[in-house]
């Protein structure tokens, strides 16, 4: 009999899971490591995790203050889509989007990507210009996209409201076919098994607290732990960046911003893609469980508080029921907020740093959860090979004073 048959799961329930095995054995720092990851969300564990994986490193920790996925890995709306306007961001995200589609089997966990659709509405014939230039510009780079009009939305999405006498009328949309959703906890833990199982460690509870250098190189760090020593250390803390550039005596041009999510009670079956409006600033899935998920725009403020504010929560209820007024007397479950570093061009830094050994990962703002892999993916190749890889070579530092900047603003999808 099977070792996953009903009767060994009917035991390990009695059994209080005890019998269970551990899918990622908890690690105490060593004295040095060849790499160093500080941050557990899927970003830094997708790093260890090609790190060991695509460049052979095996000697590598993961380093995070709380548990894995805690951030903003497992607090976002799991919204996957590459449709940016640029070359630069839409090849980075498209190659994101090709692991996505083999991750599950990659890690051997199932990550329940599912490739439902992702709408974009335009309300105004601006925005159907700007919708109709993006997808002219995905195509050229070959990233599935199309332009539909609300016709085509309301037969898609029966529940939607098309009328044209709303606040703001739907004109249409852009529609990536191969976007969708996936899971996001199951993300973090995906990688964090996979990469522990190449021998990387995960550190948990184990903060951060100093950076230590000596001639401008980079060789460990102060925790909560004691000291760890690497001359190689990748950054990859999410809101939290800024506070951690300033342990080592840099600055990074990056605002940390509440961004909340919301869920309401399971409902059956009634929106089977995902719908997002930046007009109105609000956008919305159903997850597998039954639960809405609604998202807003950023808390305007700059803060590190895990929660945001209420009008934030009325005028993004109000943007929902405007799409969908068939929700409005579904009752919300919970609200929460995590923190999002925003950068001037809303793209991501992943750099070197001005510290030898020192490579930092951040500026995702409201839109790394899709990138997940593939900012993993060539942020290893940056840290083993000393250098950009050509994906993320647009992405530096330095772009802040050559002023190449990708303004990703119109596509970033959440208002900032
Ligand atoms: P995190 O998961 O935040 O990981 C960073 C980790 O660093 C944290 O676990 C933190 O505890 C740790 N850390 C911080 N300081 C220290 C320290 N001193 N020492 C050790 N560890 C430290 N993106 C999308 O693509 N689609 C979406 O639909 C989407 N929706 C979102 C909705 C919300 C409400 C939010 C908040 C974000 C959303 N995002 C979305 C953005 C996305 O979640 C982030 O860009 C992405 O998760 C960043 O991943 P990460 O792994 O870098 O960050
Ligand atoms: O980047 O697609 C996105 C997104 C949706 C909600 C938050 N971010």
């Known amino acids: 009999m099977s070792k996953y048959s009903a009767l060994s799961l009917i035991r390990h329930a009695f059994s209080n899971n005890k019998n269970w095995q551990l ?7 060593k004295k040095s490591y060849d790499a160093i990851i500080v941050g557990g969300g899927g970003h830094g564990l997708a790093s260890a995790y090609y790190l060991a994986k695509n460049h052979n490193l095996k000697n590598i920790a993961v380093v995070e203050k709380g548990w894995i996925g805690g951030g903003n890995t497992a607090r976002n709306t799991t919204i996957v889509r590459s449709n940016y306007l640029w070359t630069e961001a839409s090849l ?3 190659k994101s989007l090709k692991l996505w589609e083999g991750l599950s089997q990659d890690l051997n966990f199932n990550v329940m990507f599912s490739q439902r659709g ?3 509405l335009g309300h105004t014939l601006q925005d159907m210009r700007d919708i109709e230039r993006r997808v002219s510009a995905n195509k050229l780079n070959g990233i599935d996209a199309e332009v539909v ?12 409201n098309t009328s044209t006498s709303a606040r703001y009328p739907i004109l249409g949309a852009s529609l990536q076919r191969r976007a969708g959703v996936a899971r996001h906890d199951a993300v973090a833990w995906g990688y964090a098994r996979a990469a522990a199982q190449l021998g990387v460690d995960i550190i948990q509870q184990c903060e951060v607290t100093g950076i230590l250098k000596s001639n401008n190189q980079v060789y460990g760090l102060e925790t909560s732990k ?15 960046a800024s506070v951690l550039a300033e342990k080592a005596d840099f600055r990074l041009p990056l605002e940390s911003h509440p961004l909340q999510a919301y869920v309401s009670e399971p409902l059956k079956p009634v929106l089977d893609t995902v719908v997002m ?20 725009g950023i808390d305007p403020y700059i803060g590190y508080g895990q929660k945001g504010s209420f009008c934030i929560i009325e005028h993004c209820m109000q943007a929902i029921m405007e799409l969908f007024p068939c929700f409005s007397r579904v009752r919300m479950l919970r609200q929460w907020g995590g923190i999002v570093d925003v950068s001037p061009d809303a793209c991501p830094i992943i750099s070197k740093t001005p510290i030898e050994g020192l490579y930092i990962n951040c500026g995702w703002g409201t839109g790394g959860f899709k990138a997940t892999p593939g900012s993993g993916w060539v942020f290893a190749h940056t840290l083993a090979n000393d250098e950009a890889h050509h994906l993320n070579a647009p992405f530096s530092l330095d772009r802040f004073s050559s002023g190449a900047l990708i303004d990703e603003h119109g596509a970033a999808a959440v208002a900032h």
């Open 226 to 240: 004691g000291r760890i020593e690497s001359n190689k250390i990748g950054l990859v803390v999410a809101g939290h």
């Open 92 to 94: 980075l995200y498209e």
């Open 149 to 160: 009009d609300a016709k085509q939305i309301k037969k898609n999405i029966p529940s939607i």
């Open 118 to 120: 992702v709408y974009n």
């Open 23 to 29: 899918a990622i054995k908890d690690a105490e720092p």
């Open 277 to 296: 409006s930046n007009a109105v600033h609000g956008y919305i899935s159903q997850s597998d469980k039954g639960e809405l998920v609604i998202g807003a």
